[in-house]
């Protein structure tokens, strides 16, 4: 399944751990100021989209789609919404977190929509990966030393959390008191998470 990867243009440290994440055969979108990750990421742009305010409309042969600068849409809004209109599945969001909170907030809430079309999507930044959970299982191994589990959308019950230093069973987290933050995959272990109703972030906290 061809996967789509939104760029975005948030700050990226640490380009060698996205750069582990990208395949070949991914149909890449940068959205505006995302251009300026191209270089150091090493990969083609298949789509640029932008009202370009905050970085030069390029004089290019791909494909360029400019937006008004007045919209409801931010870009990269758009450019998943233009991507779900060309059928993508999969899909990655890279340069959507850090800087402004508002851009970083309404990026994460972009993998709501997601999920709720029937997608898989994943944002991974220069610390973590998110994604939502719902009732399938997620799984989270060792290497990430640490995980959260955030309610952004309702109330979720029936909340489990295995193989974990701090386990919950049937447990309810509502979005007032988010005592889901920071567990840890047991030593050696593979911890689990699974909601049975409503939907959170799962974060996954590298090293």
Excluded at 67 to 94: C, H, M, N, Q, W
Excluded at 123 to 134: A, Q
Excluded at 187 to 203: D, F, M, S
Aim: charged share 30%; with cysteine; aromatic share 8%.
């Amino acid at each position: 399944m061809k996967r789509c990867v939104i760029i975005g243009g948030a700050d990226i440290g640490n380009y060698d751990v996205i750069r582990t994440h990208l395949r070949d055969g991914d149909f890449n979108i940068f959205c505006d100021s995302g251009l300026y990750h191209k270089e150091k990421l090493g990969i083609s742009a298949h789509l640029i989209v932008g009202d370009f305010d905050s970085h030069p409309q390029p004089d290019t042969a791909v494909e360029t789609i400019a937006l008004p600068r007045e919209k409801d849409d931010t870009d990269t809004v758009y450019a998943v919404k233009e991507a779900l209109s060309r059928g993508f599945e999969d899909f990655l969001l890279i340069g959507v977190c850090g800087g402004r909170l508002d851009h970083t907030l309404g990026n994460v809430s972009i993998l709501l929509k997601l999920h709720s079309a029937g997608k898989s999507a994943l944002i991974v930044d220069d610390f973590s990966e998110m994604e939502i959970v719902s009732n399938e299982a997620k799984y989270i191994d060792d290497s990430f030393p640490y995980f959260s589990l955030i309610n952004i959308d309702g109330t979720c019950r029936g909340v489990y959390e295995k193989n974990a230093k701090f386990p919950l069973e049937n447990g309810e987290i509502d979005a007032e008191y988010q005592y889901g933050i920071s567990n840890e995959p047991l030593p050696g272990k593979t911890a689990e998470v699974c909601i049975k109703e409503g939907r959170a972030l799962l974060i996954k906290v590298r090293r």
